[in-house]
């Protein structure tokens, strides 16, 4: 009598309980429906606008500068405003600049010895400095340009940089703090085993490692910066020294208080293209140094 070989009892119930793979995508795919209409629908609701200024910007419309078929009359009235637009595109560029600059440098070097240097009041500097994100930011330009006037910076767009920068330190600070805190200090101990001083070591070896939170903080101050209402309309008053956000603002009303409103979209358009390409190019390490903080934390 011969008998035939059977599995194990395990390899029976595996085969028994597996799910065609058809089946498993499609349960895959049921589940994640959810997510996708979400997400889906958080992209309209904030893309439609966007969109809608960019399309609106061009089509023809009564009481603007495009008025038979499509093109770029708004545009045009856009750029022979007052100074121009190119003079108010390098202003801007200049303040947005030069605040991600000096907001790279102060958070770089502060960043860097809160995390690896202790000494005296370390902990009560650095509450000091994010509580700067508790006072509202209107009330303090008043005082600030008087400030700035005294100094000699009054009507200046370096005093706008400073002032910005000086906004942007207490995230910029915790940012870097926290990408400096998620680097094993072996690193900067083998650097300095093989003659590299502490900026040596943070020079050589830390920087490439927070490659990311630099990134993601030269980002946010360059947003900041480039959109910034407030600021040049309390620091400035020399029109010639206005930035993008201020012209585009003054462009609304210089016809007898008649909103101008083809060419403020084209003013939105020429504001939003500069944040939207930085952010598409830079997206990747924006989202790694949020993640080091996030796995820090």
């Not at 906004?167 to 200090?185: A, D, K, N, V, W």
Request: contains cysteine.
């Amino acid at each position: 009598m011969t008998t035939t070989a059977r599995p194990p009892l395990e390899a029976t119930a595996l085969i028994r309980v597996e799910e065609p793979r058809p089946r498993r995508r499609s349960r895959r795919l049921l589940m994640g429906m959810p997510y996708g209409v979400f997400t889906a629908a958080l992209a309209i609701i904030f893309l439609y606008p966007l969109v809608w200024t960019a399309v609106s910007s061009f089509e023809p419309r009564a009481g603007t500068s495009q008025t038979d078929g499509w093109g770029f009359g708004n545009y045009a009235s856009l750029a022979n405003y007052q100074a121009g637009i190119w003079v108010y595109l390098g202003n801007s560029l200049f303040v947005s600049l030069l605040t991600v600059a000096l907001t790279l440098l102060v958070s770089l070097t502060g960043g860097y010895a809160f995390a690896r240097f202790s000494f005296p009041g370390k902990n009560a500097l650095f509450l000091t400095t994010l509580a700067i994100l508790m006072v509202p930011y209107a009330t303090l330009l008043i005082p600030l340009y008087v400030l700035l006037t005294r100094v000699g910076l009054g009507n200046s767009l370096v005093g706008v940089a400073l002032v910005l920068t000086m906004f942007q330190l207490p995230f910029s600070m915790f940012m870097m703090r926290i990408s400096f805190e998620s680097i094993p200090r072996e690193l900067d101990e083998a650097a300095m085993v093989d003659g590299c001083s502490s900026f040596g070591a943070l020079r050589r070896v830390l920087l490439p490692a927070v490659k990311p939170g630099l990134i993601t903080v030269g980002l946010f101050a360059f947003l900041a910066a480039w959109n910034d209402f407030m600021a040049p309309l309390i620091l400035i008053s020399d029109s010639n020294r206005m930035t993008l956000p201020l012209a585009v603002a003054n462009l609304r009303g210089q016809v007898q208080g008649v909103v101008d409103y083809g060419a403020t979209e084209a003013g939105v358009v020429v504001l939003a293209l500069p944040c939207i390409i930085l952010f598409l190019l830079l997206q990747r390490h924006y989202v790694r140094g949020f993640m080091t903080g996030a796995f820090k934390g």
